[in-house]
Nanobody, 125 residues
């Protein structure tokens, strides 16, 4: 059974950092593009970032460019989202998603069929 598990969320002060992890079980991430999405209370889920199978292509939402960085370690079957300079508006449940895309990556929910359960990130003083 394909499963994605996110971790690393928590409570952090504005300006702080967190690193989220997305670990796959039941399949290898080597042949999957990975994306991170988030959903804040009362808002629709939105795309944050994605990374291609090779790791050569990454994309970011404008709201996180220059602050977040996505990376992958295929040997550990894990994708990371490093989040720096966090703002209260980054507060949300963060989800990772996987899909065996054979081209770059897109931050589009409809392109991904395997999803994790999410991890809560709260940015507050």
């Amino acid at each position: 059974q394909l499963q994605l598990v996110e971790s690393g969320g928590g409570l952090v002060q504005p300006g702080g950092s967190l690193r989220l992890s997305c670990v796959a079980s039941g399949f290898t991430l080597d042949y999957h593009a990975i994306a991170w999405f988030r959903q804040a209370p009362g808002k629709e889920r939105e795309g944050v970032s994605c990374i291609s199978i090779s790791g050569e292509t990454t994309n970011y939402a404008d709201s996180v460019k220059g602050r977040f960085a996505i990376s992958r370690d295929n040997a550990k079957n894990t994708v990371y989202l490093q989040m720096n300079s966090l703002k209260p508006e980054d507060t949300a449940v963060y989800y990772c998603a996987a899909e065996p895309l054979d081209y770059g990556c897109v931050i589009d929910q409809t392109a991904f069929s395997s999803w994790g359960q999410g991890t809560q990130v709260t940015v507050s003083s």
